[in-house]
């Protein structure tokens, strides 16, 4: 099917849209309280299992999400992370309005989004990297029409759109073809372009990314950057690559269990969270691993480039005496990685919580 061209009126009909849209600051998301508890029937193993769980059900409740509470603002990109398990996925569902919350409140804009008025699907899409929304056996293109005509989106805004679509995602080829027959990754970026082709205010992408290479990762970061910046969007991002996060987020919120136990800028959590930064250091000429140990944790070491690990508060007193004494050509001073940090932050908590339960206080993860 060929993808129609953009004609200028269409062009002038989205500016004016766009302006108008954009100049909307009301589009707020505020979340109090928030929980969803599920409740689980376990039944032993093997037929006898089976068989006494007829007489007595062991029914168990997991409190997926407990007592969540954020605000987003107009605009903001934050990123939403946590181990597997901590409640990501049914928190952006229950804002998306697919699932009920068993308590609390959430109001995007004016809508409740368990209510799934109109206005409010039009408002908000969600993506999700696991699960697919195009319809197999046609092309992409055929479930843009679609999408077009469930968000009644008018045909020039829908031109318009797909236009900038297209080319932001270099989709000019693949949209014609059966989804069936595109890779992995072609697919998700079909995915993402049929996801706001509506231009809602809010987008929720959990791992929107799954699976893919690093180009094509970089290429859907760039998309989602690009309509942040277009139309003004909030965005809540779950991703298992930290590059995602690192690249689009200055917000960060961290779940674990339900629960949030962080919330603020990614700089303030490495400063938090991160006792060392890595001194990286080209040399001139080589010097022993054992000299080096004495100026701090020797991270990685091939003659003349070396990684040293020191103590945050330290660093720019060891960077000093590293010019100072060695043949240094270059260096760097970075954080450790975020993968790192966030682990590390994990594995805090989990000591913490261990060291009050031997001390029989209630655990507190806040
Ligand atoms: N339909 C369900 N029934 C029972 N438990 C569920 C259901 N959906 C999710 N859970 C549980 O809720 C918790 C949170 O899951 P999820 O939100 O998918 O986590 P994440 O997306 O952070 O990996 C997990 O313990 C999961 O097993
Ligand atoms: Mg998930």
Redesign the pocket.
């Known amino acids: 099917m060929p993808v129609p061209l953009l004609t200028d009126s269409a062009m002038r009909t989205s500016e004016n849209q766009l302006t108008s849209m954009t100049a909307d600051p009301s589009i707020t998301v505020t979340v109090r309280d928030l929980r ?1 508890h ?3 029937h376990e039944k032993e193993p093997g037929i006898r299992g089976s068989l006494r769980s007829f007489v007595r059900r062991n029914s168990r409740q ?1 409190h ?2 407990d007592g969540v509470s954020f605000d987003l603002e107009a605009g903001e990109m934050v990123g939403f992370l ?12 229950m804002l998306a309005g697919l699932l009920h919350p068993s308590g609390g409140q959430v109001r995007i804009g004016p809508y409740t989004p368990k209510e799934r008025r109109t206005g409010f699907l039009k408002l908000i899409t969600l993506v999700m990297g696991q699960k697919q929304q195009l319809i197999w056996d046609l092309p992409a293109y055929d479930s843009f029409l679609v999408n077009q005509a469930i968000y009644e989106v008018p045909d020039d805004q829908f031109k318009a759109t797909m236009h900038e679509f297209i080319e932001t995602l270099e989709l000019e080829q693949i949209v014609k073809k059966q989804v069936r027959k595109l890779s992995l990754g072609e697919r998700m970026k079909c995915e993402l372009a049929a996801a706001p082709l509506h231009r809602p205010r809010v987008l929720f992408l ?1 791992e929107p990314t799954i699976g893919l290479d690093v180009n094509m990762q970089v290429r859907i970061r760039e998309f989602v950057a690009d309509y942040n910046r277009r139309y003004n969007a909030t965005v809540m991002l ?1 991703s298992h690559y930290m590059a995602d996060v690192t690249a689009l987020c200055n917000r960060i919120i961290v ?1 674990d269990k ?1 629960r949030i136990i962080f919330d603020g800028d990614l700089s303030r959590l490495v400063e938090q969270t991160a006792p060392a930064k890595i001194i990286r250091l080209q040399l001139s000429t080589p010097v022993t691993v054992e000299h080096l140990a004495s100026y701090g944790h020797v991270h990685s070491f091939d003659g003349l480039n070396v990684e040293l690990k020191v103590p945050r508060a330290e660093t720019t007193r060891i960077a000093a005496r590293l010019l100072a004494e060695l043949p240094v050509a270059d260096v760097t001073i970075e954080d450790p990685p975020i993968e790192e940090i966030i682990g590390q932050m994990f594995s805090q908590m989990r000591a913490e919580q261990r060291d009050q339960a031997a001390a029989g206080e209630p655990a507190s993860v806040a």
Do not use: M, W
């Not at 946590?82 to 569902?93: D, E, Q, S």
């Open positions: 969803k599920y409740t689980v997991v997926a999400v946590g181990p597997n398990g901590a409640g990501k996925t049914t928190t952006l569902k959990d779950t779940i339900g």
